[in-house]
């Protein structure tokens, strides 16, 4: 009980504001994505406590919904003895000084408060570092901004002509030039870390294991399907981008196929560019997948959007090229809206298992088409795989020459099997025909 009441005293308090407007596209506001980010400052350990939906031809440039408004807003924060503002739209590094100043309390914008969220989530070295990348990247220009209001505070005080290098200039060059060099740092360090995954790639890739990606929106239930079909132990919560780490497990799918499967981060709506890129490494997996699975939490009353935001993404990651099946999860729950059923659609419940083993017949069968005739010369003290080919592939013909050669179709996990066999002698021979 008193641990409740501690853990109370330390909430942030926050009041959000959207601006709806034409203008601003893909970043105007309306009543669900503010509904989205009250999730998110719960995720962060906040608690909204008020919420202003602005509607505008264009933002105010100089305080983004206006001065009016923004009277609101500071009302509204004292009312309810708010600690913080968040707005739900990106505000350039002035109209986050101009509002801050004008509201007497912190203000974030949304991509702040999501690079927030991943800081406190990030648990692996790879994780923390991207997360690290990310902030830099987004306090860089952010810093002019701070830099105004140190020269006009030189400016208030008479110290200097105007035009002469302040000090607040001088701080802003040091601390770029800081920013500049740990943002280079970070790169490196993440450079390393994609040199290492590549290489367990090309591990994974010589071994015929066909890779399986699991991509959603956030809270769609990545992560529970993964514990639900390998019983990997993953945390699931209900809370906005619980997993921010690839796991990656060993699936058996079926009796002739084994693939790789990895849980991924999960996408959202205005997801900061900055964590795209630095989240790229990880991402990066989704180029290599043969199959990608993405998740929809269809109980939720705005996936189609989910949906349309996963794909314009995988589009921008360039994985648009691999065959993805559509899993509409969490259909233990009333589903919301039309549905599309299709040959590469299949309804589960992560949680329940329904659906499940329809799911994994259909991964079989996406990545069936893996199967492949192949000629496979092996050489006479190896003769002792035939009896396993002629029971795990389709042997077409045996000719006994200079090698065994066996003429099979065969799917991947099979050719693998063999291959690892024989791998010491297929590297000196070069004598596969594929
Ligand atoms: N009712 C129901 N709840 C589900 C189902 N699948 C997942 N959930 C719940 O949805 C919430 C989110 O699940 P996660 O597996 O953590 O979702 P995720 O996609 O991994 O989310 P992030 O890692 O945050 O991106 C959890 O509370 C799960 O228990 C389902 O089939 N039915
Ligand atoms: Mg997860």
């Not at 409740?4 to 669900?32: I, N």
């Not at 830099?136 to 105004?148: C, F, S």
């Not at 090229?321 to 899993?327: A, D, F, M, N, T």
Request: with cysteine.
């Amino acid at each position: 009980m008193e641990q409740t009441t501690l853990q109370e005293e330390k909430r942030d308090y926050a009041v959000l504001v959207g601006l709806r407007s034409p203008v601003l596209g893909d970043d105007s506001a309306d009543e669900e994505s503010l509904a989205e980010l009250s999730a998110l400052v719960d995720t962060a350990g906040g608690q909204a406590v008020g919420m202003i939906l602005q509607s505008r031809d264009k933002p105010d440039p100089h305080s983004f919904i206006g001065e009016g408004k923004v009277e609101e807003v500071r009302r509204m924060v004292q009312d309810e003895k708010a600690t913080m503002v968040i707005f739900d739209n990106d505000l350039s590094p002035s109209q986050l000084r101009v509002l801050t100043e004008m509201t007497g309390v912190q203000v974030l914008d949304r991509s702040g408060l999501i690079l927030d969220i991943f800081a406190q989530r990030a648990r692996t070295r790879e994780g923390r570092l991207q997360v690290e990348l990310a902030q830099y990247q987004y306090l860089l220009p952010r810093l002019i901004g701070m830099w105004t209001h140190l020269e006009r505070q030189g400016g208030t005080s008479g110290k200097g002509p105007i035009g002469s290098k302040g000090p607040g200039e001088t701080q802003l060059e040091t601390d770029r030039r800081h920013i500049h060099r740990k943002i280079d740092k970070l790169k490196a360090e993440l450079e390393e870390v994609r040199r290492v995954r590549c290489t367990q790639r090309q591990r994974r890739m010589k071994n015929e294991i066909p890779v399986v990606a699991i991509v959603g929106y956030t809270n769609a239930g990545k992560s529970t399907l993964l514990n639900a079909i390998t019983g990997a132990g993953i945390p699931a919560n209900n809370r906005l981008f619980d997993t921010l780490d690839t796991t990656t497990r060993l699936l058996t799918v079926s009796d002739t196929l084994d693939v790789v499967i990895s849980d991924t981060v999960g996408f959202i709506r205005k997801l900061p560019h900055q964590l795209v890129e630095a989240f790229k490494a990880t991402l990066e997996e989704l180029e290599y997948a043969d199959l990608l699975l993405h998740v929809i939490d269809v109980s939720n009353p705005q996936w189609q959007q989910q949906a349309a935001i996963v794909e314009s993404l995988i589009r921008e990651l360039k994985a648009d090229h691999i065959p993805c099946l559509r899993v509409y999860n969490k259909c233990d729950l009333a589903f919301s809206g039309q549905r599309s059923a299709g040959e590469d659609t299949v309804s589960i419940s992560a949680k329940t298992g329904e659906g499940v083993p329809e799911l994994l017949a259909c991964i079989d069968k996406k990545l069936d088409k893996g199967t492949r005739r192949v000629t496979i010369h092996l050489p006479y003290d190896k003769a002792g795989l035939l009896d396993g080919l002629y029971r795990e592939a389709r042997v077409e013909s045996v000719e006994y020459a200079a090698t065994i050669d066996v003429a099979a179709v065969c799917t991947p996990k099979v050719l693998g099997q063999v291959k690892d066999y024989v791998e010491g002698w297929r590297e000196e021979k070069e004598d596969w025909e594929l």
